[in-house]
């Protein structure tokens, strides 16, 4: 029997998740912000109607999105991560393997059955995803990843298509992969695409009929790859298990200058704290710590301050990289100079299933300690326990003055209905 894959992702995901836990916005046009209510980064499909562009800086467009009456929301990463969860949840019950490739997109291998007719599979799983939460997914079906890229693409932009296309389906992919630009086929970043068009390439079809040995000369065997996916031949394998990383950062701006010692410890703190517990959900523990600080920048005064140390025995436990992170935020900071952004960078991060013991010494751990800590902070939300040095009062903290609750993972945010 023959196999499928499939790419599901949600509509518009931060949108969807604001318009989701709120019912007095759902249908109206609305916007998501970036850190410090900057620039928007996300869209209902109302507000894409009004041709209100990505990427806008806010401060530019306020007042058209008050007289539009768009909705405007604070970036809420707790609620965005925990929807996440749960739809991916949904699509693992629904499929035989499951690949998370991003918060709301992943793919799914799926068995064709005796029909070959994988549209009732389709439709009952958007049906099932928003009756739980509520959020609108489209579907995209094809041989490979790239085919599968290509047919959500057209799910999403062809209304008649309802939601869920199955392109490996279709008697006539060829007048499918000629709609598709070259620069939305996966994996074609800007470079190739204009390459592409200089030869005369300008769809996923063209590419995909174009001499091999072109594509192997100018893009390599990653080129290839593609190419060979678009014929339906599987080249990109399904990875269920990201890869260990090699290096994590945590990381933020201020919503003002900071020009103090004490509230510089403090974010350094909250980043560190945030890291350590990043460290323990991958089973990782970091070897070399970097501080690092900067000013605005394009300035006649710019700053960047960075100051790194190791960590021996390599460590996860939040207690000894506070204590190795704040020694260095004191040697970066420099009084003369406004910092607005500041992180914590964790590199050589190595597994704690195989950890190198020393002779020695016997490693001090606080494992039970952590672990309730952070059992805790993820039934009743983040920072429900956190360490006295990240601060009670946060001044500095990122603006999100338009922040919704996070009704899916903090108990005293559940909204109340009232009969």
Same mark, same amino acid.
């Given at each position: 029997?023959?196999?499928?894959?499939?790419?599901?992702?949600?509509?518009?995901?931060?949108?969807?998740?604001?318009?989701?836990?709120?019912?007095?916005?759902?249908?109206?046009?609305?916007?998501?912000?970036?850190?410090?209510?900057?620039?928007?980064?996300?869209?209902?499909?109302?507000?894409?109607?009004?041709?209100?562009?990505?990427?806008?800086?806010?401060?530019?467009?306020?007042?058209?999105?008050?007289?539009?009456?768009?909705?405007?929301?604070?970036?809420?990463?707790?609620?965005?991560? #925990?929807?996440?969860?749960?739809?991916?949840?949904?699509?693992?019950?629904?499929?035989?393997?499951?690949?998370?490739?991003?918060?709301?997109?992943?793919?799914?291998?799926?068995?064709?059955?005796?029909?070959?007719?994988?549209?009732?599979?389709?439709?009952?799983?958007?049906?099932?995803?928003?009756?739980?939460?509520?959020?609108?997914?489209?579907?995209?079906?094809?041989?490979?990843?790239?085919?599968?890229?290509?047919?959500?693409?057209?799910?999403?932009?062809?209304?008649?298509?309802?939601?869920?296309?199955?392109?490996?389906?279709?008697? #006539?992919? #060829?007048?499918?992969?000629?709609?598709?630009?070259?620069?939305?086929?996966?994996?074609?970043?800007?470079?190739?695409?204009?390459?592409?068009?200089?030869?005369?390439?300008?769809?996923?079809?063209?590419?995909?009929?174009?001499?091999?040995?072109?594509?192997?000369?100018?893009?390599?065997?990653?080129?290839?790859?593609?190419?060979?996916?678009?014929?339906?031949?599987?080249?990109?394998?399904?990875?269920?298990?990201?890869?260990?990383?090699?290096?994590?950062?945590?990381?933020?701006?201020?919503?003002?200058?900071?020009?103090?010692?004490?509230?510089?410890?403090?974010?350094?703190?909250?980043?560190?704290?945030?890291?350590?517990?990043?460290?323990?959900?991958?089973?990782?523990?970091?070897?070399?710590?970097?501080?690092?600080?900067?000013?605005?920048?394009?300035?006649?005064?710019?700053?960047?301050?960075?100051?790194?140390?190791?960590?021996?025995?390599?460590?996860?436990?939040?207690?000894?990289?506070?204590?190795?992170?704040?020694?260095?935020?004191?040697?970066?900071?420099?009084?003369?100079?406004?910092?607005?952004?500041?992180?914590?960078?964790?590199?050589?991060? #190595?597994?704690?299933?195989?950890?190198?013991?020393?002779?020695?010494?016997?490693?001090?751990?606080?494992?039970?300690?952590?672990?309730?800590?952070?059992?805790?902070?993820?039934?009743?939300?983040?920072?429900?326990?956190?360490?006295?040095?990240?601060?009670?009062?946060?001044?500095?903290?990122?603006?999100?003055?338009?922040?919704?609750?996070?009704?899916?993972?903090?108990?005293?945010?559940?909204?109340?209905?009232?009969?």
């Amino acid at each position: 029997m023959r196999r499928a894959t499939a790419l599901i992702d949600g509509n518009n995901f931060y949108a969807s998740c604001e318009q989701s836990i709120d019912p007095s916005v759902a249908g109206r046009p609305l916007v998501v912000l970036s850190n410090n209510d900057g620039c928007i980064i996300a869209r209902s499909a109302e507000a894409r109607a009004l041709d209100i562009a990505m990427g806008t800086p806010y401060f530019k467009v306020h007042k058209k999105l008050e007289s539009l009456n768009v909705i405007v929301r604070s970036s809420n990463y707790a609620l965005y991560a #925990d929807m996440s969860k749960r739809l991916m949840n949904i699509l693992r019950t629904s499929s035989e393997q499951l690949e998370v490739y991003s918060i709301d997109e992943a793919f799914a291998l799926l068995k064709r059955p005796s029909n070959g007719n994988l549209r009732p599979w389709a439709h009952q799983l958007r049906a099932q995803v928003y009756r739980s939460l509520g959020i609108p997914i489209a579907i995209g079906i094809g041989e490979t990843k790239c085919q599968a890229k290509l047919a959500n693409h057209a799910a999403k932009s062809v209304a008649s298509l309802c939601g869920a296309f199955d392109l490996s389906a279709e008697t #006539d992919k #060829d007048s499918w992969l000629e709609k598709v630009a070259i620069e939305d086929v996966w994996g074609i970043g800007q470079k190739l695409s204009k390459w592409c068009r200089l030869h005369n390439i300008n769809t996923a079809r063209q590419f995909r009929d174009m001499p091999s040995g072109k594509i192997l000369s100018k893009y390599g065997i990653k080129g290839l790859r593609i190419q060979r996916e678009l014929l339906g031949y599987e080249c990109i394998p399904f990875t269920q298990k990201p890869l260990p990383k090699k290096e994590m950062c945590v990381s933020r701006s201020f919503c003002r200058p900071i020009h103090q010692l004490s509230e510089l410890r403090q974010a350094v703190a909250s980043h560190v704290i945030r890291g350590g517990e990043k460290l323990r959900q991958h089973s990782q523990v970091a070897s070399t710590l970097t501080v690092f600080a900067r000013t605005r920048e394009l300035r006649p005064s710019s700053c960047k301050q960075a100051v790194t140390t190791q960590i021996n025995p390599p460590s996860n436990d939040t207690s000894v990289l506070l204590d190795a992170a704040l020694l260095l935020t004191e040697q970066i900071f420099d009084p003369s100079y406004a910092f607005i952004k500041a992180g914590v960078l964790m590199q050589n991060l #190595d597994t704690t299933k195989f950890m190198q013991q020393q002779l020695f010494s016997v490693p001090k751990t606080n494992e039970r300690l952590l672990s309730t800590i952070d059992e805790l902070n993820s039934q009743y939300g983040q920072n429900t326990i956190t360490w006295a040095a990240s601060g009670l009062e946060k001044p500095w903290e990122m603006r999100r003055n338009r922040l919704s609750p996070a009704a899916t993972s903090r108990f005293k945010e559940i909204p109340i209905a009232h009969a």
